[in-house]
T-cell receptor
Framework: KAGVTQTPRYLIKTRGQQVTLSCSPI?????VSWYQQTPGQGLQFLFE???????NKGNFPGRFSGRQFSNSRSEMNVSTLELGDSALYLC???????????FGPGTRLLVL | TQLLEQSPQFLSIQEGENLTVYCNSS?????LQWYRQEPGEGPVLLVT?????EVKKLKRLTFQFGDARKDSSLHITAAQPGDTGLYLC????????????FGQGTELSVKP
């Protein structure tokens, strides 16, 4: 089975721009969660999607949003980028909620 | 305040040495997970401990869950350069779906 894939792997943007990151879960997995990883804050939960609905949201501003499609693929969007949004964004999928999560390789975003 | 406190944050040792990483909390958990993350990749689940006092072994890695289910440790025997990476403990917050909370991580470097 193919693992979780994330595109793009690397991205450079400038302040004020917006960005969309994509995540394809493991086949058959219906739950997708997103995490932000930075050297200062570590790994922090962004949000969780299950059956195309956001089920849970972390403590991030409204500039961070996401969605899930009927095939369980998910996207997250960050609008009005700030320097502090530079991070590794990780997507994880699981068969259903509260089950073991499998992480993708991440998208490294650099905001200049 | 971090829910999970990991120590040490950084560890640099020579090949063949033993080491222990700690993950502590004041909260009680029904289970705790350990992940390893290599540069440029997402975290990979090593083990889930569920029962207080439980000990699990994975080759040279020994994981222990505290009797009170508030803390855990990871012991590596005869470390090898291939053990280099970021070790993370995490707990799933079940009343918030599949939200994972991570410790800050222990950055391990094993020099040949």
């Amino acid at each position: 089975k193919a693992g979780v894939t994330q595109t793009p792997r690397y991205l450079i943007k400038t302040r004020g721009q917006q960005v969309t990151l994509s995540c394809s879960p493991i086949s058959g997995h219906r739950s997708v969660s997103w995490y932000q990883q930075t050297p200062g804050q570590g790994l922090q939960f962004l949000f969780e999607y299950f059956s195309e609905t956001q089920r849970n949201k972390g403590n991030f501003p409204g500039r961070f949003s996401g969605r899930q499609f009927s095939n369980s693929r998910s996207e997250m969007n960050v609008s009005t980028l700030e320097l502090g949004d530079s991070a590794l964004y990780l997507c994880a999928s699981s068969f259903s909620r509260q089950e073991t999560q499998y992480f993708g390789p991440g998208t490294r975003l650099l905001v200049l | 305040t971090q829910l999970l406190e990991q120590s040490p944050q950084f560890l640099s040792i020579q090949e063949g040495e033993n080491l222990t990483v700690y993950c502590n909390s004041s909260s009680v958990f029904s289970s705790l997970q350990w992940y390893r993350q290599e540069p440029g990749e997402g975290p990979v689940l090593l083990v889930t401990v569920v029962t207080g006092g439980e000990v699990k072994k994975l080759k040279r890695l020994t994981f222990q869950f505290g009797d009170a289910r508030k803390d855990s440790s990871l012991h590596i025997t005869a470390a090898q350069p291939g053990d280099t990476g970021l070790y993370l403990c995490a707990v799933m917050i079940y009343n918030q779906g599949g939200k994972l909370i991570f410790g800050q991580g222990t950055e391990l470097s094993v020099k040949p």
